[in-house]
């Protein structure tokens, strides 16, 4: 019996830390598929961008522009199929200037903090429909949708950017 109710209590308790937790989240940070994922990227992020999540991403338009902000090496790895490369540090307008300023966009790197920046710097130069990947492909290959490599064939690796990130990519193959 003492037995029982130790677990009965034990399984009430993870029960209310469980929905405390899930409680605490924004859509977006629910819309991440782990918690502590979702967790990092609430206190990493400023969240000063319209965020996008996986889901609603991968059923936008075929008029949107998916413009990816991480470097070289992460993009020529795997990328979204037909995202553009525009890149962080050197990251410049020109790269979009051939887009109508209402053109949806959604600009993605390894978790969101670095497309957060170039979203920024779209909605300041007058972008009007600009989102950030909420997650990052992380999280879209972690929600099992498919990347490319440059030839344009589907590939599971994806650029991991390093040991410490690379933790939260949780599926597909990592690369360093």
């Given at each position: 019996m003492q037995t029982l109710l130790k677990y009965i209590r034990y399984t009430f308790s993870l029960a209310l830390l469980s929905?405390?937790?899930?409680?605490?989240?924004?859509?977006?940070e629910a819309s991440v598929k782990?918690?502590?994922y979702g967790?990092?990227?609430?206190?990493?992020?400023?969240?000063?961008?319209?965020e996008m999540n996986v889901p609603d991403?991968?059923?936008?338009?075929?008029?949107?522009?998916?413009?990816?902000?991480?470097?070289r090496e992460e993009y020529d790895v795997s990328h979204i199929k037909g995202?553009?490369?525009?890149?962080?540090?050197n990251f410049s307008l020109d790269t979009?200037?051939?887009?109508?300023?209402?053109?949806?966009?959604?600009?993605?790197?390894?978790?969101?903090?670095?497309?957060?920046?170039?979203?920024?710097?779209l909605i300041a130069a007058g972008f009007e429909n600009v989102s950030n990947l909420y997650g990052g492909i992380f999280e879209w290959k972690n929600q099992g949708h498919t990347v490319v490599n440059p030839a344009g064939d589907t590939t599971d690796e994806?650029?991991?950017?390093?040991?410490?990130?690379?933790?939260?990519?949780?599926?597909?193959?990592k690369v360093y």
């Open positions: 929905f405390t937790v899930s409680s605490c989240l924004t859509a977006q782990s918690n502590s967790f990092m990227l609430k206190s990493l992020l400023s969240h000063t961008v319209p991403a991968a059923e936008k338009p075929a008029n949107t522009v998916f413009l990816d902000s991480r470097a995202a553009r490369f525009v890149g962080y540090d979009v200037n051939d887009l109508p300023k209402t053109t949806p966009i959604v600009v993605y790197c390894s978790v969101g903090y670095r497309s957060e920046k170039i979203s920024e710097q994806v650029h991991a950017y390093n040991r410490t990130w690379g933790v939260w990519l949780k599926k597909g193959e």
